[in-house]
């Protein structure tokens, strides 16, 4: 009977290791995550994720965005930033 109680409790001690673990690798949800911006394209950008750069015309422009009267976001033409 003790043999078998202390198999449970090993097993049960590596299945709230397991989960935790598991957890810590997932990360966080409820921050989420913006990617990157490349200059010249708004491929896959969410602006809204970025406010430290369209939030600041000066900023964005100097990616080579610039924010139509419509309030979306485009790319200048023949926008050759690297």
């Known amino acids: 009977m003790i043999g078998k109680m202390a198999f449970v409790s090993s097993v ?5 290791l397991f989960g935790a673990v598991s957890g810590a690798l997932a990360g966080s949800d409820r921050w989420p995550r913006g990617g990157f911006v490349k200059a010249c394209s708004l491929d ?4 809204v994720y970025h406010p430290g750069i369209f939030g600041n015309l000066a900023v964005a422009r100097s990616y ?5 009267q419509d309030g979306t976001w485009h790319v200048i033409s023949n926008c050759h930033i690297y």
Request: charged share 0%; net charge neutral.
């Open 44 to 47: 896959g950008v969410n602006p």
């Open 12 to 16: 049960t001690v590596a299945l709230i």
């Open 64 to 68: 080579g965005f610039v924010q139509w």
